[in-house]
């Protein structure tokens, strides 16, 4: 839409499954006759021969020749609708239209408002009570959020965090952690095609404060706080951010179960290293949540076992390799890496950057390692570029250590560990929200 | 009858949307130069080589000439200019 800004007509070609998704971006552009051309889902893995077949055949969406849309696309002249555009202002109110409670639940289902669990409908006085978790003033703008790279910024308020906060059924005493979240900037609802959800770990004084689990179970759906906090985190980024409708503002093609709720606490007292704030440059008497963009894979193991080596790096070679890992490890697996030698954190993501590798060929053959990677390889940034220099069948590193995070968390019913795929994205303050 | 609840609206605030208009479109596009634009999504360098092709086949007068952006998803604004500067048209591809 920008080069047709600049004069230049374009036509954009999209798999068909994006059909409704580009429209919308192009309404909410302002420019709701942008022209599209479409042609058969996937392109990837296809062969020039089935690639030129959908050329020379028909567009699925418009039903025509897919020649005749591109062509007639950049050729015919504009009728009155191209040349006025569309402008218009989209509100939101700020309260629904009163209604029976079994109505509401019914319209917030239809509105694609919840996860599909049953939520608290936000009422004035459940607001109230959340909007009292914290000094800040309900028409106070908290941030932005969007589902992709491409579609516009929604803003919001410290009052409509609280109502997606009232709807996930968290306390008020936990409302500056979703206030923190909401205000990281990072999405939880991420619209990629991958599914990827984000991962919040709580570090600080209020972890204790307000009952956060980082022992048995923390995980899992066994601890209230960790649990609706994360559960507010979601649905707040959906709601808040313009939706998270699948083929609209959505198309994570499997989904991810981390998009119920997937928030938990470090095990700093328990933990031998240095809490995951502190690494982050925080004070230890800060409290802090740290998002994690991915979780797309997930490893698992015990130990450190003697096969410890073979283990992580058979883990590391069947991840993702775009996407470095968070390593979540019980108290006792952290204990036994420091009985090995590795006194903090950082000398192990050091061991696990030296050693994490896979073939160059593999490594460039990855899907999003091509889309996401590669560019910046021709374009001469490193570490890509010195990457993309390798032969086929040499050995490349995959990580940088600053890339891989360790936190301590688990009840220490077993010396189990996760590795999870997550890049943090930022490490917000909540205390500025309390 | 059931008691009537209010309750809050729980989405956000959207930005106000601004009109754009497209640009004039080409009477012909016999000897334009029409920048074929690569979005560095897997494979579709493979597709815009074979739409070269099709043009070279069937309208050999068009003059096409590939294009990428320096990274996924980021806009380019010197990539844009380089299509402003001596394009006639542009086709994205294969894009989200």
């Known amino acids: 839409m920008a080069l047709e800004e600049a004069g230049v007509p374009t036509v954009a070609v999209h798999t068909h499954v994006f059909a409704r998704l580009v429209r919308s971006v192009a309404l909410a552009n302002g420019m709701p006759t942008t022209r599209q051309a479409f042609v058969p889902q996937p392109i990837v893995d296809r062969t020039p021969e089935q690639l030129r077949s959908y050329i020379e055949g028909a567009d699925p969406i418009s039903k025509r020749p897919f020649m005749q849309e591109l062509i007639e696309g950049l050729t015919k002249p504009l009728d009155e609708g191209d040349l006025k555009g569309v402008s218009f202002e989209r509100t939101t109110p700020r309260l629904v239209e009163p209604d029976t409670e079994d109505n509401l639940r019914q319209l917030f289902i239809d509105n694609h408002w919840t996860d599909n669990l049953p939520i608290i409908l936000p009422t004035e006085e459940r607001v109230a009570q959340m909007l009292a978790g914290t000094s800040h003033p309900a028409d106070k703008v908290v941030g932005k959020l969007r589902p992709t790279m491409f579609r516009e910024y929604w803003e919001f308020t410290v009052e409509k965090v609280a109502v997606n906060a009232v709807m996930a059924g968290a306390r008020p005493e936990y409302f500056p952690v979703i206030l923190a979240l909401a205000a990281s900037g990072q999405t939880a609802r991420s619209s990629s095609t991958n599914s990827f959800s984000v991962m919040a770990v709580v570090n600080g004084p209020i972890r204790k404060e307000i009952g956060m689990g980082d022992g048995v179970g923390a995980m899992g759906p066994y601890n209230h706080a960790n649990a609706t906090i994360g559960r507010a985190y979601n649905l707040l980024s959906q709601n808040l951010q313009g939706g998270s409708v699948p083929g609209d503002t959505y198309m994570g093609t499997l989904g991810n179960w981390y998009n119920y709720s997937a928030t938990f606490a470090e095990a700093e007292e328990r933990s031998p290293w240095a809490p995951l704030h502190v690494q982050k440059g925080f004070q230890s008497t800060d409290s802090t949540a740290s998002v994690f963009f991915g979780g797309w894979y997930t490893h698992a193991g015990y130990g450190p076992r003697d096969t410890w080596k073979e283990k992580f790096l058979h883990s590391f070679a069947a991840a993702e390799h775009y996407l470095p890992p968070v390593l979540v490890f019980d108290p006792i697996v952290a204990r036994g890496f420091v009985e090995l030698g590795f006194d903090t954190k950082e000398s192990l993501a050091q061991w696990c950057a030296d050693n994490a590798k896979v073939s160059a060929r593999e490594y460039w053959d990855n899907q999003w390692v091509k889309t996401l990677l590669h560019p910046l390889a021709v374009a001469g940034v490193e570490p890509h570029a010195t990457r993309l220099k390798a032969a086929p069948g040499d050995l490349i590193n995959m990580y940088q250590p600053e890339d891989i995070t360790i936190v301590v968390a688990g009840g220490e019913t077993q010396g189990a560990w996760k590795m999870i795929g997550g890049r943090c994205t930022n490490t917000v303050l909540i205390d500025a929200w309390r | ?96």
């Open chain 2, 1 to 96: 009858m059931a008691d009537l609840l209010t309750v809050h609206d729980p989405r956000g605030y959207p930005p106000k949307v601004t009109g754009k208009r497209l640009a004039a479109r080409l009477d012909k596009l016999d000897g334009k130069l029409v920048y074929l634009v690569d979005c560095l999504f897997d494979n579709s360098e493979v597709f815009l080589e074979q739409l070269q092709h099709w043009f070279e086949e069937h309208l050999p007068g068009v003059q096409l000439k590939h294009i990428k952006p320096r990274e996924s998803w980021v806009d380019d604004p010197d990539m844009r200019a380089a299509i402003a500067a001596d394009g006639d048209a542009a086709i994205l591809g294969v894009g989200l």
